[in-house]
Each structure stands twice: as structure tokens, then as C-alpha cells.
């Protein structure tokens, strides 16, 4: 890997309290997170890893993370969240080379965990029904140099031929009814391919778990995934007093041919 | 991908209640999990998603993903935990093409997944004072075919000198004073390459991060990491009775060149 | 208090385990808890918080607290555990001279929590459909010391006229459908008596909050309340392995006379 | 109970979310909660469980419960919470008529909730060595109508003869450092009399465990709680975002004559 930033490099700038702001080094003078206008030209040629003042203030310049990117995505509602999109690529054994259909683009959140999980030689197909969801997940994945891994779709992956695509690897859904997505999942995938969906409320997850133990599924399982950071204070450890908490319950399963 | 499973493939059976038995389709009796002896050469040409018989019992064939390695892992003690495997993948960035160093081979838990998670391209060096957590390490990602991604080393990673290696993607602690390794960890990474430590106790997770807070290392934090399964029963969903309480810690940073 | 063991006292044995065993200090040999069959009389006499010998096993010898009867009731299903019932007094202000009435009585842990929380000068009335669940609270409550307190009845509180009482201080179900007996715990409390519904399932705590909502009830909330122990081993302190990972949500409400 | 608000009476008033401000109705305008300077006398005569316009927003008229009394507290730093305070109350069996001494008053949320559940017929001694916090807490109980039960010491429970009192029910310790006072609490219980400490940090309570195990305590266990509130919404029912991550570990213990 390259040393140090040369133009055009996407960098995060790291302040002391451990907040990052995204930025693409190129010339010319552009609204960069909370900093203003600035020309962040000045960038090239700092090693990464070291420190720098941008805007007057002092960052830590950083090669940019997946996390990095997750945590500075540009975004409208509430995304699929890193401690819920690892548990997706885990669950749905994302790795290089893998084909993923994803129903429900949000801002692009999972797309790129997604992108950068199956890279070289995977695919992301992206499909949503609204095109302004579309437009955010693209700008995201472009942003995070993802975008040569992922296609976008206006498609309702619930219609009938919603998911043409077959033998892909997994399907990833996030989107309000996702039992109503099940049949054509099922035709998509390769036998053993894996499906999540992800659910805000118990009912969605009680639903999807019903229709799967109806279908030609196994393994079927719901999960819900709390992080809770601790925090090293004079008198010692303890945790965080900030917790979230909840985003949405994690429901697997696996495509058979014949279920036992 | 085959859809039918070959002489040599690994297949994981999965019976009724979800429960997995991990096999090699090989010619000749031996014991296979808590199924007795048997020759399982008989599933040869079955359809990957069907089900068969083995020993008397019915199971679903199935391709095994890395959650079902991992779930299936030969061994001796505690291990690091899929859901917690996941976050430090997460954590440390962990893609195709990277090199990582892993002190504390365990029984090849998080061995495994890093190797799964840096292929095609990229090299795990598991160093443990143990032969025999190497030889069980070992033993475990062979069985997983991915032993061409890893290499075991019997060295301490605390000591001068331990991790010879340079540029380094991650470095990965698993064992007791963790602290003790940081300044071999931060010679041996790259600017803005991630360390993460798993430990118990909090007290470890606090001398760990009160190390790190006094070295270069920025984005310091450690997260606890609750995973808990939702149970789809008659009159609704609740979550499920059974439940781990606990883990590990998971302390993450990043080697920078200067603070600010 | 008494410091030491009279005939006719209840105490707790607790082994150095710290597994906790009643008996009633009386003549003739009987079968106590996991001891057999022995005589106890022997105890007439040793001091509260000292050791003793009984059926060859070392004890010590302690005066029952409410924890202490809770956790060692005689029961033949799931009961309310103490960390949710200590809520529940909370939540529905259950204090010395309080009425109450149960609706539902399981095996009588809840009934003697609100039992030994209304004395002096407090009532519980205890209602149950099954008469088998009435005699297993009644003896529980025998044997906790407080049956003077309390009244068993017969009855569905989800009928017309199934709670005949007046100006109650607090209604607290432990019934399937809670929501059916709303309308009759109204007429039964005094303005701003409380309510409170455990349920096990998200589907009920739902369903009870969305009738709530509709009838002259404020304050309607629920609640689930995880217990997580702490183990203090070599290396310091961590969570316990061993963790309860759900018993029921705790649903509140207050009646109103009209609602804002 | 009296069924409408007379003079000198605490009420508390709730507004459509939930929100509590409690008030003395007493002649004479003066500063209440969020609603500016009025004269809250107009109230008398009012219905409990009736609906008021008071300074031109509407509010239901609640007769005041423990719940509401904690939750109206006038406050300076972080206090007991509810969900901590119903704990220590069932951890220390703290009922009508027992004795309890306090060390560490904080803002008087513990001293209010020992108060309200000792009576009728119990005491609280509440020491601390900062006279501000005696004077907040003291203001706090009597707010609370409970100042009957109460005595205030300056005092230091971890000096010798911190606690003078002998034959105690419990003692509740809200200090930064109760492994010093646990002498001076064993002298102070009656036999099988109770113990619990609040700590904020793992390592605080990992001490009190060890201080504990080196006495003559039993029944030593650390827990923390969690609650979490559910959200009834549109598609169903689902945890709340907002959660509280962290406030303390309660390590209980009981004092014995003699271990085993």
C-alpha cells in the first residue's frame, strides 16, 4: 500500500475525540464535513498515520477503513448499522467472489459492506423500489470506491420476476415485508445460498420466521446483536453510559431443495 | 459452484433441530461425530440442499459456509465466539489480499475466519508458546482447506522480537497480557493498520487500553459484544431463555505515526 | 429479632456453594430438600448466621429473607422471578396497608412478594381458574409465613364480574390475555391505582399496551429487565458465563378518570 | 385515601408524554418545574386521576408514587435509579419496620426509597460526610413526606466507629471506596443482617467482592441491571432505541457469625 496520500485518494481525517470526516483529496474548494469550505489539496503527499491541520484544526489522516466508510456514509434514514452488517456477512457467508442480491438499498449502508466484503471477482445487485434510495446507495458505493463491484436496480424484489438473477450466493433483504420476497429468493438462489432479512419489529421477524418454516428453508434463526462500548475512567472500567438500544432483529436462513 | 457433492468435498450434515455434524466424503469406515463409525462415501453425487440418510438418521447435505466451520471447530477450550469473530473482521478490516498476524492460537477459531475472510491473496501467521494449540490450530484450518492461506509459528508475540514480520495489515491478541505485545504489534504494522485484543476480564480490557492510550495508537475502544436469539413460539416471539452472558472484551486500535 | 432458632422457625440452610435449602425447625423426621429424610429439631438453639451440621453436611444456618423464600418455593412452572417481581412492587407501589389482587397465581412467588410487601395492614386476594395453582400459592405462602395477609379465590378475572372488589391499590396479572381483564381491573382500582401484565411474549406485552391505550389507563409502558452476575476470578472480574436471557416483559399502567 | 386533592397535599402532574412535575398545592405563587412562577392552590378540590389545566397546558392530577417521587427528585449528580433502587431493596429485604443506615446520601433517590419501604415502624440513618449532600437529601425526603423516618449524620462510615448503631437490618453503601467501611458494617448488622454496595466502575466492585470474601460475609454476588424499554409503533413492537448503557454493579453480601 502507498505510504503516503496522492490526489484523488479518499482519506479520513480523525480528530481528538475520535471523530472522522470523510474527504476525497482532490484540488478545488468544496464543503467538507463540519470544516467548511476548504481545498484539501494540501493532503498530498502526508503520510498516513501521521497528523495534519485542515481547516485549523488537527486530524490524524487515516486510510480509509470499511468501518471508516460506514460511520461517514452520507445518509437520510436510519442505516443497517456495523455491528448488524458483520453479523449479515457472517450469517450469509459473504466472501470474495460471492454474488449478493440485496432488497432494500436504504442509503447504501449494507451495499457497501456488501461491495467491499465480495471483492475481487463478487457482485452486488441492488434493487429498490425507490429511485432516490437508488441515487443515495450509488453515491455512497462511488464514494467509497466500491462501485465497480455493485449494480443498481429500480425493482420490486416482492413482484413476481422481482429477482431474475439465479444461483446467486446470498440475498440480503431490508425492506418492511420481507416474507412477501420469500418465493422469489428461493428461485435466485443456489441450493445452501443464504438469506437475512432484517426487521425492525418483532412481528416482522416472527412473520418472516413463520413464512420460512413454510418454505424449502433450514437453519431459520433470529437474532438480535448489542454492542455496548466500555468506557476506562479514573477510578477504572465500567460500561458506556450511551447505549443504543435496538436496531433491528437479524433473521436467517438457508435455501434446500427438500426440507426434513 | 458443484452441485453435487465429489469424493473429498467437506459437507456438514444438519439434522431436525439444527444441529451440525461435519464430515469429509472420503472412502473408508471412521467415526464420524456423534454419528458412530461409518463410511460416509455413500454420499458421493448427492445434491448439495437435499437431504440423506447417514447412519441410520436423516440430514440435510449441506456446502459448509464458515459460521458452519467455525460451529463445528474440533476443540479444547473456550473459543472466540462467531459473533465476536465477526466484529474483529469488522474491527480490524479484514479483506481479501491482507496480511495478518494472530498472537494466541487457541484452538484455530479466529485462525479460521481470518484465513477465510483474507483469500484470495492475502497470508495469516498464527504465533502461539503452545505446540499443541498449534497443532490443534493447524489441525482446524486444514480441515477447512484453508491451510495455503496460514502459517504456524511457535513464538512469543511478547517477547523482543516476536512478530518479525512488517507491514502488517492487523495483528490480532488473543492471550492473557495482551499489553505486553503492543510495542511488537506497532513495529510490526503498517501506518493505520489495526491491532485488536480479545480478553476476558475487564481488568485486562482496561490495562490493554490504558497500554494503548500511552503508545501511537488512535480510535482506541472496547466493545462487549451481546448476541441473543428470538424464539418464534405459539402465541408470538420472545427472546430466547438461553443465553451466553459473556465472552470477551474486544479492544480495538489503530498505529499512527504521531498523536495529536 | 430473635437471635437464635426457636421450634416452629423457618430457616434457610446455605452450603458454602451457596445453594439455599428451607425447612421448618420442628420435631419428627421429615424430608428436607436435597438432605433426605432427617429430623431438624436439632437447630432448636444455634444462633442465626452460625454454622451447623445437618444430615452430615455443613451449613449455615440463616433467618429467611424474601429472596430466600423466593428461591427456594416449592414450584411446578416457571414463576416470576425476583428481579422482575421486585419491579413489579415498584412499578405498582406496593407498600405497607396496599390491597391488592393477583390475577393468576402460578406457583405463589408473586403472591408472596406482595404478601410480605403490604404487611402490616395490607391484603392480597389471589385469583385463579385452576384450583390446583390456588392450593400450590396457598401452601408457598404457608410456608413463607404469610397467610394471614392473604385470600385465595376461585375465579376468572377475565369474566364479568370476576374482580368484585373496590378501590383496589393495585391489580397485577399474571394471565395469558391480560387484555381482557382490563375493563374489570378498572372498575376495581381506585384513580391512580396501578396495573401491571407480565407476559412472555412480545406479541401479549403488544397487544396488552395496545388495549391499555384505548381505555382510561396513563403511564402505559413496558419494560424487560435483565439481571446479568458478576464472576470475580484470578484475572479480575467479567460477567458470568451463565445468563438468564429472558423471563417476561413488564407491562405498567395507572387508571385515570378521563385521559388528556 | 382521600379521593381529591386537598391543601398541603404533593401531587404530581403529568402532561400527554409522560413527562412528570410534581408540586406542593399550597397557597402562594412560586416556581414549579418546567411551568414557570403560578399559584398552584386552584388544584385543591381537584379529583385525583382527573384532568387540570395548570399555567395554560393540561395535565392528568396523579397522587404521588415512589416511582414518581425518584423520578421528580431535584438532583445534582447522578442518582440510585429506580430500576437499582427496587434491587437493593429486595437484595437487602428491606420492609416494614427494619433499620437501615445509608452511607453515602448522594441527592436522597436510595434514602427516599428505604424511607418509603421501612415504614411504617422502620428508621434510616443516612450519613455522609458532605453537608450539601445531607442538606439535598434531607430536602429530597421531606419533599417526599417521608422525613418522620429519617435522621441525617455528618459522618464517615469508613472512619472507626463510622457506625455506631448496633443490631442493624442492612446497610447501604453509596461510597467510592466500601471495602473500607465493611468493618465497621459487620459490627453494625444483627446477625444474617444485609449488605449492599453501589459501585459505578467493574474494578470497584471487584474489590468489594474480595474485601467481602475475606470477612465474615456470605451470599457475596455482584449483578448489574438492565432495563430496556419496549416501543409499541405502527408495525408492531420493537426495543427502544434509547437505552441506558451503564449506571452501577450492586454487590450484595450477609453478614454471618462464623464461615464455613
Known amino acids: 500500500m502507498d505510504l503516503k496520500v496522492a490526489s484523488g485518494d479518499r482519506v479520513v481525517l480523525m480528530d481528538s475525540d475520535g471523530r472522522k470526516i470523510a474527504v476525497v483529496v482532490a484540488p478545488g474548494a468544496r464543503r467538507v464535513g463540519g470544516l467548511g469550505v476548504l481545498d484539501p489539496s494540501p493532503l498530498v503527499g502526508a503520510a498516513f498515520g501521521s497528523t495534519a491541520t485542515v481547516g485549523n484544526r488537527r486530524f490524524t489522516v487515516l486510510r480509509p477503513s470499511l468501518l471508516d466508510l460506514l460511520e461517514t456514509l452520507e445518509r437520510r434514514a436510519q ?10 456477512l457472517l450469517g450469509c457467508d459473504i466472501s470474495a467472489g ?15 459492506a456488501l ?17 432516490d434510495s437508488l441515487r443515495q446507495a450509488r453515491h455512497n458505493v462511488e464514494r467509497a470506491g466500491l462501485a465497480e463491484v455493485c449494480s443498481f436496480r429500480e425493482a420490486d424484489v416482492t413482484a413476481p420476476g422481482g429477482i431474475p438473477e439465479r444461483d446467486i450466493d446470498a440475498v440480503v433483504l431490508d425492506i418492511p415485508e420481507p416474507w412477501r420476497a ?20 418483532a412481528n416482522q421477524a416472527e412473520q418472516s420466521v413463520r413464512a420460512l418454516r413454510g418454505r424449502r428453508f433450514i437453519g431459520v434463526r433470529t437474532v438480535e446483536v448489542l454492542e455496548r462500548e466500555m468506557a476506562v475512567v479514573e477510578k477504572g472500567i465500567r460500561p458506556s453510559f450511551e447505549m443504543l438500544g435496538h436496531s433491528g432483529y437479524l433473521t436467517f436462513a438457508r435455501k434446500v431443495l427438500e426440507t426434513l
Open 98 to 112: 460471492k454474488t449478493v442480491v440485496e432488497g432494500g438499498a436504504g442509503s447504501g449502508a449494507m451495499t457497501t
Open 79 to 88: 442505516i443497517i448499522l456495523p455491528k448488524d452488517a458483520c453479523h449479515i
Open 115 to 131: 461491495a467491499w466484503a465480495v471483492r475481487p471477482g463478487g457482485r452486488v445487485i441492488t434493487c429498490d423500489v425507490r429511485p
Open 182 to 201: 420469500l418465493d422469489g429468493a428461493w428461485e435466485a438462489l443456489r441450493p445452501c445460498g443464504h438469506l437475512a432479512c432484517y426487521t425492525p419489529t
